[in-house]
């Protein structure tokens, strides 16, 4: 069995019941040197969210997590920012800068990414930030971030 097979074939363990003291273990894992831990600390932030447990005094340790070339990581981080944007709007903007870096990567995966992203954030003052890379993603020579970036235009 492939590698990413057998991870997400165990990806129910993510939603076990919280213990107590869990959100000090979570924060502890998501600032671990280890990529394979972070994944893992941001795939069971992303489960107690989906249960609707609010995990939002984790913003700023998911918010850490970003700066990443692993794209499973920077995914999961998106994910978790388009869900808590609202209830955090000061916060969201440090991770502007990230995705207009990301924007102009050389995967066109990432490109479209960080446009669709910030596409979804309801946050009135990215708007100003998303106009330029948004423009450079309908020109882009990738169809996938052209697409995308029209459906960000229609939002």
Request: glycine share 4%.
């Amino acid at each position: 069995m492939a590698k990413g097979k057998e991870s997400n074939a165990n990806d129910s363990r993510f939603f076990t019941t919280q213990k107590k003291g869990e959100m000090h273990e979570l924060r502890m894992e998501l600032h671990a040197t280890e990529k394979q831990v972070k994944v893992d600390a941001v795939k069971k932030v992303i489960a107690s969210m989906t249960v609707g447990k609010d995990v939002s005094m984790l913003f700023t340790d998911v918010l850490n997590c970003v700066q990443t070339g692993n794209i499973e990581l920077k995914k999961l981080v998106y994910l978790y920012l388009i869900n808590y944007a609202k209830t955090q709007p000061e916060l969201t903007l440090l991770a502007v800068n990230t995705f207009v870096k990301d924007s102009n990567d050389a995967n066109p995966l990432i490109r479209a990414l960080a446009v669709r992203t910030m596409g979804c954030i309801r946050v009135d003052r990215i708007t100003e930030y998303l106009c330029e890379p948004l423009s450079r993603a309908l020109r882009d020579e990738d169809p996938y971030v052209r697409k995308t970036a029209a459906v960000c235009v229609a939002k």
